[in-house]
């Protein structure tokens, strides 16, 4: 059983950055890959980043490629989202979840286990 812990939401302006972490423990970090969702109100979760078991690759949605920045940290069981030039339209719950290796990055079917989100509010 995976436990996964997401932290550093808020509220930020349009433009600015934040930086959320996502905290795991109860099974072996560096064997699985990670991914980072989000949800709107009203609308449904949609992939946003993920990294490979070593943090060698990652995958990015459309909407965040050269804004945003997935790294993870094996020997502290993090993984972190790095976001810069925030948009009023990345406001969002964010939710880590990790996943077994070889599965689809992007499909949020590939994981099994997910944190409980952080709120991420950015004002124009």
């Known amino acids: 059983q995976v436990q996964l812990v997401e932290s550093g939401g808020g509220l930020v302006q349009a433009g600015g950055s934040l930086r959320l972490s996502c905290a795991a423990s109860?099974?072996?970090?560096?064997?699985?890959?990670m991914g980072w969702f989000r949800q709107a109100p009203g609308k449904e979760r949609e992939f946003v980043a993920a990294?490979?078991?070593?943090?060698?690759?990652?995958y990015y949605a459309d909407s965040v490629k050269g804004r945003f920045i997935i790294s993870r940290d094996n020997a502290k069981n993090t993984v972190y989202l790095q976001m810069n030039s925030l948009k009023p339209e990345d406001t969002a719950v964010y939710y880590c979840?990790?996943?077994?290796?070889?599965?689809?990055?992007?499909?949020?079917?590939?994981?099994?286990?997910w944190g409980q989100g952080t709120q991420v509010t950015v004002s124009s």
């Open positions: 979840a990790s996943s077994p290796p070889g599965r689809v990055p992007s499909s949020d079917s590939s994981y099994d286990y």
């Open positions: 109860g099974g072996t970090f560096r064997t699985y890959a």
């Open positions: 990294a490979t078991r070593s943090g060698g690759g990652a």
